[in-house]
DNA sequence: AGGTAAACGAGACGGTACGTCGCGTCTTTCA
DNA sequence: TGAAAGACGCGACGTACCGTCTCGTTTACCT
């Protein structure tokens, strides 16, 4: 009778496991390259050799370059992965505080660049952007419910507005990206879409 | 049988007769292979060989693949380029118009995989939106002197807000793009800057 | 002084024995790609999966391909050994018979194509040709003794005619390589150096 | 009217003509690579860093190692390619001398080791073996022809016989081969098949 | 019966070499 | 004299095997 019988638990495939001090150094390798020469010039071989691990060891685990690269900029977000927002405004400063790093330009530069089909592609926008655009749906849906907006009101619209013109100023460069947007994207959407305050008669 | 028994007259100069179908055989095989590949995968290899064109004629004229794809969007831009819009709504739907297409999204593709410090991505930035938001910002402008909005709105950051929904929508392609997205947008953002009504005493 | 030194019999080592079984998958899956690919393609990844073994396994018995193809070829040679023939013409056609099969030509390829200094090439050339060639001269030197040859004949030379002529066919195949060639190699070199039959005065 | 007309010679093809700078880099490069490591261990790797040549542009000449080698080997025989021997002894001592040299013993290897169906082992064959074996035979006829040797003789097995002994020392290298072989094995060769000096009655 | 130790399957590891692709430059020949 | 053709040095690609190394399991022996 085996153990496994017994066990409920994951059940170890047969094999020597994988290196985790590998899988490391070659994330920690990929993620210093990025830094230093960014994603186009972020090549197996260098990571490879910088790693002190084999090539294959890398295709092992990630198919391309550009996987490699998600992999080292997603991965370390083991941070606390923004705790879900109670309001718009703290939703949209984090954002932007979380794009507006080196790291965050990166995703956004990856996400640019890859193949708009693919699964990169998906996920890089889930990740960056459709996540917290989901969250803010949330919020005004509930301030739509309570009666503070609009019944009416293209919420849609509303969210790619606000969530448009950090994306707009990220990669385009040409006005400054920070709090101060969250603050006056807000105040001009909301004002956009309260319910009118109609005049007492 | 040579052309030149037709041409008595006008002895052209020693041999540059195929200048000007060079040129634009290497702009259509770049257009073509861009439709049907994409930026990525156009290589100057492919294209020369393609065009029936050696790859020195391509680089005497594009200093690399990414400028040759610029240049192959661009190019046949020869459209009557916009005669400047006398309102935002018009002014928005024709950027949605021109963008909406394979070509628009390229455009925007390209601009967004840049380097952002290039001549390409200016060029492009320039082209695919800032110009717009240019246009856009004379009329806000005057839409302020007239009164109709508020002196103290932050023109720029409704101008961002608009012309990001609709590159958020041509890049993530999570919702549909076409004119009623400028109705929304331009509907929030009028009623979010405009002149409070104030009640009568 | 191990025990082993006292105990007559055989002490078999601590632990699980090796498993005949794996054993002799090993070689014949080894076996069966030499028929398939030939030699140069017979690799230990393809031999260990098609064997169902583990690599380690092989790399237990033999140190590397050659050696295993060594084995694969060798082993089976379980056959009488050839009992030591008693004429030239029997040892030459039964080495002829034994070399003019596909394991034949695989052994004479192997032998071929091992590094000429190396354990495996002198391994295989005792085993296809210079055992006979030993049996062959012990026959000519009885020869000698016998007066039927003449006692000045290069016999180094005889044999290395007789055995290269067989080796030159079945290397090159530019001629057929069958028993009559004994005969015939046989006749030439025996009239060669037989002793003069001289006239009678 | 351009001069092709009129020249009937070779008419190059368009384009940079390859450069024999290169090519004779890489096959000395190869030629010492041989010389200092063997054939086993002459990787195309290798040889493009020693001849300061890009992979590609051996790749352009040969198709994998083999075929190298046997070029690197082969090429600088341009030695005036032994003007047709008149007896066999000076035609055995002429290719006794020319295998029993590095590269002798080097091309006879790549010969035994090449696949037996391709073009290399042809042209080794030829250009090693056959070929004399070929001169051998047309002088053996003329000694028939003239009496010498008897009309039944197998003149096929009387070749590959004094070939075969030298093959198989220069493989096998279990005697030592020079110009000695060839006048032991010529003399016993010749004894065996030459005409019968019958007694006088 | 229980312990112990070798051999097992599986498969990941650091490497080396493969043969290909695309780059951007160059050299030639032709028109 | 400009343009086609195409070879060049370069360097990265992704794959195939190498021979070694863990793993957890199995199988026999020896207490």
């Known amino acids: 009778m085996s ?26 390798a990929a ?3 990025l830094e230093e020469v960014g994603p186009a010039r972020l090549t197996i071989d260098a990571v490879a050799k910088r790693a002190g691990v084999g ?3 890398i295709y092992r685990s990630w198919a391309n370059a550009q996987e490699l690269a998600m992999a080292a900029i997603i991965e370390p977000s083991s941070q606390p ?20 790093t080196k790291r965050g330009r990166q995703m956004a530069l990856m996400l640019a660049s890859s193949e708009p089909d693919g699964e990169l592609f998906k996920a890089f926008a889930n990740r960056v952007v459709l996540r917290g ?10 301030q739509v419910a309570s009666g503070a907006v609009r019944a009416d009101a293209n919420l ?10 950090i994306m707009l100023r990220l990669l385009l460069g040409h006005e400054t990206l920070d709090a ?11 004002r ?10």
Chains 1, 2, 3, 4 share one sequence.
Do not use: W, Y
């Open 180 to 190: 101060s947007l969250a603050k006056s994207a807000l105040e001009i959407a909301m």
């Open 31 to 33: 993620r210093e390259m």
């Open 55 to 57: 090539k294959p060891t």
């Open 133 to 142: 655009r989901q969250d803010g749906l949330a919020i005004l849906e509930a």
């Open 3 to 28: 153990k496994a019988e017994f066990t409920q638990e994951f059940r170890r495939p047969a094999g020597r496991p994988k290196s985790m001090a590998s899988h490391s150094a070659i994330l920690k």
């Open 156 to 165: 849609a619209a509303v969210l790619d507005m606000m969530f448009g013109a």
């Open 81 to 100: 992965e923004a705790p879900k927002a109670k309001t718009l405004e703290v939703l949209l400063v984090d954002i932007i505080e979380r794009l507006n």
């Open 192 to 201: 956009g879409i309260q319910k009118d305050e109609t005049c007492p008669a």
